[in-house]
């Protein structure tokens, strides 16, 4: 990936798994929870592919106006998760794009030689569900310890 003369999607398998594989976390940074720029590139639903694929430790992180507009969502029970619910169901790996025309072309290819568009957008879901459902965890854990730490 260093080589300006190559692709970044060149030797894709060996490079970039080998790396990803080599440290066993991948940090996704989404600019929001609804919509997230993260989602429209094919690099990055690669990378969380991969990461899932060679079970790494994936973490989300988002700006904080962006997190706490996530818990708002939440605290508006059924109607606001299942509007993240569908905010995360839009993978769509297919008409995700790269800043560079070859390395879109060559991880599309990479893709659909191999397990195919659905089942990537599929684990990329399950990752992101995954992760929500942690967030309403913690936020479940939050109101409960407000509710303690109330005088009786």
Not at 58 to 84: K, N, Q, S, W, Y
Not at 131 to 151: A, F, K
């Amino acid at each position: 990936l260093v080589d300006s003369s190559v692709s970044g999607a060149d030797n894709l398998d060996k490079i970039f798994a080998g790396n990803l594989g080599r440290i066993g976390h991948l940090v996704a940074l989404l600019d929001h929870w609804d919509k997230p720029v993260y989602l429209q590139r094919i690099w990055t639903i690669f990378e969380q592919y991969k990461a899932m694929e060679l079970k790494c430790k994936i973490d989300f992180t988002m700006p904080e106006e962006a997190a706490e507009d996530l818990v708002v969502a939440i605290h508006r029970g059924r109607e606001g998760i299942e509007e993240v619910g569908r905010s995360i169901s839009r993978v769509d790996s297919k008409l995700a794009k790269a800043s560079v025309a070859k390395d879109e072309e060559l991880v599309k290819d990479l893709i659909s030689r191999s397990v195919g568009f659905n089942e990537v957008d599929s684990q990329v879901v399950n990752s992101l569900t995954k992760w929500i459902g942690e967030v309403i965890q913690v936020t479940m854990q939050s109101l409960v310890s407000d509710m303690w730490s109330r005088p009786k």
